[in-house]
């Protein structure tokens, strides 16, 4: 059973640049969410999707979007990157919509926009 | 605004002794209450779990105390090993909220051998 993985692992980014990160979800899970862990902070939730449809979105601006593809992979796209932006952004897949089935994090994309 | 507060920030406890992180949250319809360990490069893996019609539960080391009346509750690292130096977070989650997990900010804990 392959856990939860992130690509790229690190990416450096240009402020006003676009970036899609993606992640595949454990094997049979439905459930994809995304955090965004600043340096020395805990997670916060940007979104998430339960069978291809969002069902919860934290307080992200819009330019935070994503997606999620019939097998469960996800990405997260981030436009106009701004400084603040830079952080470790977490995947974390679970077999149900509910945070209470408890959720199989990956080791994130470390993304610095400079 | 924060939901969930955690302390201390930081920890340091010599091996065979006990860690002991605390976290205060102020929404009642939380019905779960997970701790999660980082270690530096990786994501947080779920350590224990407990829901608040339980006051404790115990696995192994790892003890979670829980008092619904206070809004706090607490993990219990017993026997501390060099091993468990890693980061701790706790969380909280309701049924209305689906997969939003509210972290708390972390408690960073060394255990020197």
């Known amino acids: 059973e392959t856990g939860v993985t992130q690509s790229p692992t690190h990416l450096i980014k240009t402020r006003g640049q676009q970036v899609t990160l993606r992640c595949s979800s454990q094997s049979g899970h439905n459930t994809v969410s995304w955090y965004q862990q600043a340096l020395g902070q805990g997670p916060q939730f940007i979104f998430q999707?339960?069978?291809?449809?969002?069902?919860g979105r934290g307080n992200f601006p819009p330019r935070f979007s994503g997606l999620q593809f019939p097998n469960y992979s996800s990405e997260l796209n981030v436009n106009a990157l701004e400084l603040d932006d830079s952080a470790l952004y977490l995947c974390?897949?679970?077999?149900?919509?509910?945070?209470?089935?408890?959720?199989?994090f990956g080791s994130g994309t470390r993304l610095t926009v400079v | 605004q924060q939901q969930v507060k955690q302390s201390p920030q930081s920890l340091i406890v010599q091996k065979g002794g006990i860690s002991i992180i605390n976290c205060a949250y102020e929404?009642?319809?939380?019905?779960?209450f997970p701790w999660y360990q980082q270690f530096p490069g990786k994501g947080p893996a779920l350590l224990i779990a407990i829901r608040p019609d339980v006051s404790e539960k115990k696995e192994g080391r790892f003890t979670i105390s829980f008092n619904k009346s206070a809004k706090q509750f607490s993990l219990h690292i017993m026997d501390s090993q060099p091993g468990d130096s890693a980061t701790y977070f706790c969380?909280?989650?309701?049924?209305?909220?689906?997969?939003?997990?509210?972290f708390g900010a972390g408690t960073q804990v060394v255990v020197t051998p």
């Open positions: 969380a909280a989650s309701n049924p209305d909220s689906w997969g939003k997990l509210q």
């Open positions: 999707y339960y069978r291809e449809e969002k069902n």
């Open positions: 929404n009642t319809a939380f019905d779960y």
């Open positions: 974390a897949s679970s077999r149900s919509g509910s945070a209470n089935y408890g959720y199989t």
